[in-house]
């Protein structure tokens, strides 16, 4: 289903909720499915949330940090290898409440130029078509900032986000940087990130881990109210690796 409602002002403070909440929810991430072909994945009635980016921007660090789980997202040791979409559900035994989808990295130069055509074709039908595609994080690395296909694929999606779709631009191996560097880069993907939001994130620093689980969980219940004690399960302790390598590639 596709979130239609009208993006929150610039310069707008979201409104914060327990971050404990917001973590213990993502902490039961579990997978749900692969597919390698946008026909084989099945319907979804409940929130889906995108995470895409080149391949070696940081992307299965930064989903195994913020569910706490050390090998939930794959992350292959030849990136760009990896061509599935994977699907994980989130939510209380028993309950689904949002999806979380690992879109296959893009970019990497040793994959073949035909298979690198095919699989941002098949990324770019998935973000344009996807019915319940509600929200959309696009994980770069600020040292490089936003590449061609990058910028390519915020063109593609604009007409969504225009239309109320929640989007994100993730800068992730923040911690490479200086502060006034990540002041900057945070300046810069503001403006890139049309209607949309940006944050800084570490995985080896656990910087912005709070603080995009709380938007995701924001994203998954936009009817419930931050203050609603059954609204997810409760926090359970971080089981992230403390070793957790920021410069892993995906």
Known sequence: ?????PAPAAGKPSPVIDGKLAMGWMHTARFLTTAAQLHHLPAIDVPEIAFVGRSNAG????INTLTQQKQLAFASKKPGRTQHINLFSLGRQGITDAVLADLPGYGYAAVSRSDKIRWQQVMVNYLITRSSLTGIVLLCDPRLGLTELDEALLEA???????GMKFLILLTKADKLTRAEQAKALSIARLQAGGGEAMLFSALKKQGVDDVAQLLWRWSHPEVPATAPDAATPAVPSTASDSADESQAN
Do not use: A, G
């Open 1 to 5: 289903m596709t979130n239609s409602s």
């Open 59 to 62: 992307k299965s660090t930064c």
């Open 157 to 163: 999606v604009r007409p969504r986000v225009e239309d």
